[in-house]
């Protein structure tokens, strides 16, 4: 997951291939809480591991469920062993719950009717989402609840209920704000209807019924069979009683699948493949969201599916703009903006109102946003209308402010496929988090730039410090890294172990060992052959050593070559060496020419060294690094020195910080988007 402050987004030309959706967000969190309420051990299959379920799963260890493992890994199922519908007496936490509202709101009902001592918190948005609807349905049944903020919003404090005034009159709850607050008296009064039938009715309309239909589904897999009499009124049967069904999988996500089916509506594909295949999630989902797809066909997607399968590709171009309702997918609806933008008109989303309270308020954001592109747009109350911009012209590059909301992100990166060939800033891209932490990662995967890569070169001599810098530079910018100057210690280490001479007759061998080796460089500086940490084994004399040798054989030095430039991938690379802007990368956007003193890289390297246990003494340190240089400024093939067009940077007396500094400086100021605040 990027931890940037932004991800710089290239511009984008096509997309093919597969994409495995995580576990969705609200089938998640509503099975996490029912298990906890069953009698018996459920496991749990494809739970998503979120933020908004970290908080569920910190909250039901807090409430006594045994939760093994302690966290989620992907692939390793959950067991969650419940409390049976009965918490120990005088039971009492604070429980914070970030952002999540699907912890918040059924984990107040399920509380208030379980009877404790529990304050709910969160994070300051949580407190500007509504709750009092729901509060005042529990009250109509005894439950003690108060405010510890502004009337109508969390954080909340639950006490003792008093059921004595409990009668056979409906639960009334407001249907027009949000589903959550149904879905949370649904999950909750089946532990008062022991000896009685309970009703819930709802007042006015009932927005989002698909997630009322998850949850129905959800609820009858543990054992409640609802009632549901026209989607106004929902009666919960007497003798109700939660049981763990053993086992349950987690669909993947249809809201998330939305941003890919967008992307296989908008992109063509490349190099033979065509359209994009989205695994974990069918046209037979229970998940009102996957009804994203007749929205996406009506603007022009061509869509087969399977059980747990659908391909998009693209069909009509421009997409078709469309005028629809979208009660029926509220969360994926948001991507339905997104793809507006490469309508060939007017496209109006109706019935949103649920948007102005959920993350942030997303008519208001989306309408800012979609503006920053170029884009005209018209928002009201409940409405959404995009017109795109009437040429590749009028098309601007963006910084998109994401309001801490993964659904803005997500959607904002489907702009990198503008026509005018403008790259697409995406500020906190880590917010993606709350759904789907793995997002960008997915979406590289399956996106194809316009042109190359970009690249920041950063040349120099050896123990100059462009190891560290270019590290720090990768890690704050979110691309990946290439150590050029390990990659020969890494080849003839390599070969060593894998039993080949390192001779002139083996140097087809060797550059074919290396070519099928998988070598990755971390921020952090650790250095990875096959998955194995070999940041200590390239350091050592004999790996110096080997290294000079098999430099010396062309055929090693030009399987080298392709290796190096295979580690430009999207969103960015950062490589650092002696011939980066000269020879690996000429068509680098941003080079840099770092140098120092030979005395004060010779200190950094015995501090380096002697940090690692590594013995060394100074004078050998800065004769050895004087010949070096000598060596490498008259080397024939590829000598050290700076590019044409490299920016100089000596880092003899600066800190490293203001190294990377000036850098970010450059390369910030080679990018269209305005100054960031």
Request: proline letters at 6%; charged letters at 20%.
């Amino acid at each position: 997951m990027y931890q940037t402050a932004f991800l710089d987004l290239p511009h984008l030309a096509t997309a093919s291939g597969s994409v495995q959706l995580p576990g969705s967000k609200s089938i998640s969190n509503r099975v996490l809480l029912l298990a906890a309420l069953s009698a018996g051990t459920t496991t749990i299959h494809d739970l998503l591991d979120s933020d908004d379920t970290r908080v569920m799963l910190a909250a039901l260890r807090e409430l006594g469920c045994q939760v093994t493992p302690a966290q989620v890994t992907p692939g390793q199922p959950v067991q969650i062993t419940g409390i049976d519908g009965a918490l120990p007496n005088n039971a009492r936490a604070q429980l914070f719950l970030g952002n999540a509202g699907t912890a918040m709101r059924p984990l107040t009902a399920a509380l208030a009717v379980l009877g404790g001592h529990f304050e709910m918190t969160g994070v300051p948005r949580m407190y500007e989402r509504p709750i009092g609807d729901l509060v005042d349905a529990l009250r109509q049944l005894g439950c003690h609840i108060d405010y510890l903020g502004n009337p109508g919003y969390p954080p909340l404090r639950i006490g003792q209920p008093n059921f004595s005034q409990l009668g056979d009159a409906p639960i009334a709850v407001r249907g027009d704000v949000s589903s959550q607050f149904l879905t949370a008296l649904l999950m909750a009064l089946p532990l008062l209807a022991s000896d009685s039938d309970i009703c819930i009715e709802v007042v006015g309309e009932l927005i989002s019924k698909p997630y009322i239909h998850i949850t129905l589904e959800l609820l009858s897999r543990f054992g409640i069979t609802v009632r549901n009499e026209g989607w106004q009124r929902f009666v919960i049967p007497a003798g109700s009683r939660y049981q763990s069904p053993g086992d349950i999988h987690v669909e993947a996500d249809a809201s998330s699948a939305s941003y890919f089916i967008a992307l296989g509506a908008i992109a063509t594909g490349a190099g033979g493949q065509n359209g994009i295949q989205v695994l974990g999630v069918g046209q037979d989902s229970i998940q009102g969201d996957i009804r994203f797809v007749e929205a996406a066909q009506a603007m022009g997607a061509q869509v087969t599916s399977g059980p747990n399968w659908l391909h998009i590709t693209r069909g009509a171009w421009p997409l078709k703009a469309i005028d629809l309702d979208c009660n029926h997918i509220p969360d994926a609806a948001m991507t339905l903006a997104s793809m507006a933008l490469y309508a060939d008109g007017t496209t109006t989303l109706r019935n949103i109102a649920s948007w102005r309270v959920k993350e942030t308020d997303r008519i208001a954001a989306m309408a800012t946003e979609l503006r920053k592109l170029g884009a005209t747009v018209e928002e009201g109350a409940d409405f959404l209308r995009i017109t795109p911009p009437a040429t590749a012209a009028d098309w601007r590059a963006a910084s998109i402010h994401t309001y801490d909301d993964h659904r803005v992100a997500m959607c904002f990166s489907l702009a990198a496929f503008n026509p005018a060939g403008l790259p697409v800033r995406i500020e906190d891209p880590k917010c993606v988090a709350k759904t789907f932490p793995d997002y960008f990662e997915a979406f590289f995967g399956v996106a194809q730039a316009s042109r190359p890569t970009p690249v920041i070169c950063i040349d120099g001599p050896t123990a100059s410090g462009k190891g560290t810098i270019a590290g720090l530079v990768a890690e704050r910018l979110g691309f990946a890294l290439l150590d050029s100057g390990a990659l020969y210690r890494i080849t003839g280490l390599a070969a060593s172990r894998a039993g080949i001479a390192l001779t002139e007759d083996n140097a087809p061998a060797i550059a074919d060992l290396i070519r099928r080796s998988h070598i990755g460089f971390t921020p952090d500086q650790r250095v990875l052959l096959d998955g194995e940490d070999i940041s200590l084994a390239i350091r050592t004399e004999d790996a110096s050593m080997n290294a000079s040798r098999v430099a010396a054989f062309p055929a090693v030095r030009e399987a080298l070559l392709q290796v190096q430039r295979d580690f430009r991938r999207l969103p960015g690379l950062v490589g650092d060496g002696r011939d980066m802007g000269t020879v690996i990368f000429p068509d680098a956007p941003l080079k840099v020419y770092l140098t120092a003193t030979a005395e004060c890289r010779a200190e950094r390297r015995y501090k380096q060294l002697i940090s690692k246990g590594l013995s060394a003494n100074m004078a050998d340190l800065l004769a050895d690094l004087q010949a070096r240089d000598a060596r490498d400024m008259n080397r024939a093939a590829a000598p050290l020195k700076p590019a044409e067009d490299a920016l100089h940077l000596d880092n003899s007396e600066g800190t490293i910080e203001q190294a990377v500094q000036q850098i970010l400086t450059w390369w910030e100021q080679r990018q269209p988007f305005a100054p960031r605040a």
